[in-house]
């Protein structure tokens, strides 16, 4: 049996195991980023070694996801040091190594605003804001022959509509999303072919939405009055939209919103041309 060393013992940086993921979600919950029930598994299933604890003795003090897409990209988040830790260097040694990982990638993030410089001191640019608004669930809805069950639609027709809105392959990481538990994935036709898709799920205040991709102002509409009915009235839900999609702030704005918070969205190398006049919903400030 494996005796744990004292907190003076030396600092480790290990790959985390599937069940540790379900600890970064928890410091995510209290520094109020408000993750899904059961974002654990699908971040897992994105890239079981995209994620990095760094440890003193046997003691879990930082952690961060490093996650890989295709052969391009990766993403990083749970940037996260217990309060106790900070300022010891830990946090940095553990970005570092994450940095490594994603060596000869383009590399997006969703930083708190207070770390943008910091950000930009590590090579990363910013491509634009995403701000998170809430508004509350149920939703008298009109039958739509239109909106659909997402499992409905072919696996490869979703991941066709989804690859012109992400910069790699993410295949294996939508599989999980459209799945999970408590929660519901639509999507929109326009003459039997897919023109948007929408996923709501349950996380520890109220619901997120994202991602909410739509080919036009009217279909992103019909889908978020769609999503918002699957949960109780007075539910919180809530939406990150890029503020630089005019028809986004429109949304929320109809549908009587708020700002609660905001992100910094930046990329290492040359900034992802996607088409963001059709975003009016980020996946998660997680994993892009």
């Given at each position: 049996m494996?005796?744990?060393?004292?907190?003076?013992?030396h600092f480790s940086?290990?790959?985390?195991?599937r069940q540790?993921i379900d600890?970064?979600?928890?410091?995510?919950?209290?520094e109020?980023?408000?993750p899904g029930?059961?974002?654990?598994?699908c971040?897992?299933a994105a890239?079981?070694?995209?994620?990095l604890?760094?440890k003193v003795g046997?003691?879990?003090v930082v952690?961060?996801?490093?996650?890989?897409y295709?052969t391009?990209f990766?993403?990083?988040?749970?940037?996260?040091v217990?309060p106790?830790?900070r300022g010891?260097g830990?946090?940095l040694?553990?970005w570092?190594?994450?940095?490594?990982?994603?060596q000869?990638?383009t590399?997006?993030?969703?930083?708190?605003?207070?770390q943008?410089e910091?950000?930009?001191?590590?090579g990363?640019?910013?491509?634009?804001?995403?701000?998170?608004?809430?508004?509350f669930?149920g939703n008298?809805l009109?039958?739509d022959?239109?909106i659909v069950e997402l499992?409905?639609?072919?696996f490869?027709?979703?991941?066709?509509y989804?690859?012109?809105?992400?910069?790699?392959?993410?295949h294996?990481?939508?599989?999980c999303?459209?799945?999970?538990?408590e929660?519901?994935?639509?999507?929109?036709m326009?003459?039997?072919?897919?023109a948007?898709?929408?996923?709501?799920r349950?996380?520890?205040t109220g619901?997120k939405?994202?991602?909410?991709f739509a080919?036009t102002?009217?279909?992103?509409?019909?889908l978020?009055?769609a999503l918002?009915a699957?949960v109780?009235e007075?539910?919180p839900?809530?939406?990150?939209i890029?503020?630089?999609n005019p028809a986004a702030?429109?949304l929320?704005?109809?549908?009587?919103?708020s700002?609660?918070?905001?992100?910094a969205?930046?990329y290492?190398?040359?900034?992802?041309d996607?088409p963001v006049?059709k975003?009016?919903?980020v996946?998660t400030f997680?994993l892009?």
């Open positions: 494996m005796m744990c060393e004292s907190k003076h013992s940086i290990q790959t985390m195991m540790e600890l970064a979600v928890e410091w995510a919950a209290a109020g980023w408000n029930l059961h974002d654990a598994e971040f897992y890239d079981p070694e995209g994620f604890v760094g046997c003691e879990s952690c961060i996801s490093v996650v890989t295709g391009g990766g993403f990083l988040g749970f940037y996260i217990k106790e830790f010891k830990y946090g040694s553990l570092n190594a994450g940095m490594k990982r994603l000869g990638r590399v997006g993030l969703d930083g708190v605003v207070a943008q910091n950000y930009r001191k590590s990363f640019a910013l491509a634009y804001r995403n701000v998170r608004y809430q508004g669930g008298k009109m039958p022959g239109d499992k409905t639609i072919p490869n027709e979703l991941t066709a989804d690859q012109p809105f992400f910069p790699d392959d993410r294996a990481f939508l599989k999303w459209i799945q999970q538990k929660g519901s994935a639509l999507g929109v326009d003459n039997r072919k897919l948007g898709y929408g996923v709501i349950r996380c520890r619901y939405i994202g991602p909410l080919d102002p009217l279909y992103a509409d019909k978020f009055s918002k699957t109780p007075e539910e839900v809530f939406l990150d890029p503020e630089v702030v429109e929320v704005k109809r549908h009587n919103m700002v609660v918070f905001e992100t969205r930046m290492t190398g040359i900034i992802p996607l006049q975003i009016f919903g996946t997680e892009g």
